[in-house]
């Protein structure tokens, strides 16, 4: 085997790799959308149990603004981490990209080789029937 398809091969499992990567990326950028709705959603949970119908209403206003800020600032901090996955998600569909691209191309040569390395034995196999004859 020539050394462009032995490239080509190292090149497939190296994106097989990448693709490994770029699903773990996607999966972990979900599971920060999921959080950050789980979030919004006691928010939402502790808005609507602030009505003044309670009878224990004024008791635990305190506790509920201070899981509101704690939501807060876990929702800050999700923010950031998942713009951090994002761009790590970019990266590595930019790298994953360009190794599609380089094995593409070693892909063409080593096609282009193969031809080339039949025609020669083609030629030589017709050749030989040729002389043979004579």
Do not use: P
Request: aromatic share 2%.
């Amino acid at each position: 085997m020539s050394d462009s398809a032995d490239r080509v091969k190292r090149l497939d499992r190296i994106l097989k790799v990448q693709a490994q990567k770029r699903l773990m990326q996607e999966w972990r950028i979900g599971q920060l959308r999921e959080q950050r709705v789980a979030l919004e959603k006691s928010d939402a949970d502790i808005l609507a149990s602030l009505g003044v119908d309670n009878a224990l209403h004024g008791l635990f206003i305190g506790a509920k603004v201070n899981n509101l800020r704690r939501n807060e600032a876990e929702r800050k901090k999700l923010a950031a981490e998942e713009a951090d996955v994002e761009a790590r998600l970019r990266e590595v569909r930019r790298v994953e990209k360009g190794i599609e691209k380089v094995r593409d191309r070693d892909g063409r040569i080593a096609e282009a080789e193969a031809e080339a390395s039949q025609r020669d034995a083609s030629i030589d196999a017709f050749l030989a029937r040729t002389t043979s004859f004579e």
